[in-house]
């Protein structure tokens, strides 16, 4: 993106033209679906991502709280990266299927 995409309010906030068009609640859905994605990146989800999680939960925006519960259960389940996928498809076959289903798990190898 250029410099003028960026011109006005939207600069300092890091917003496009084209998104801060977009309504607040599609854009904090944006920004919370990218939170969730960014604790299945960490190598550990710790407590404080846990008790954010517990309210991401609770989200109006069905598709955020279907994410922040599959990342919850994940947290619950394996909160240190390593080997989290291979534990969840070994041991905990329904949410590894959960998190394929539901993207996460390409949020999972960056």
Known sequence: MTNEQFCGKGHKNHICKECSKKP???????????EISGFMRQSTISRKNIARLHKLK?????????????????????????????????????????????????????
Do not use: M, W
Request: aromatic share 4%; charged share 30%.
């Open 24 to 34: 607040k609640e599609e854009r904090c859905a944006i920004d919370q679906e990218n």
């Open 58 to 110: 609770l989200s109006a925006n069905q598709r955020v709280a279907e994410l922040a519960a599959i990342t919850l259960a994940v947290a619950l389940v394996k909160p240190h990266k390593k080997r989290r996928l291979k534990v969840l498809a070994k041991e905990h076959r329904e949410l590894f299927i959960k998190v394929s289903e539901s993207g996460l798990i390409y949020a999972h190898h960056y």
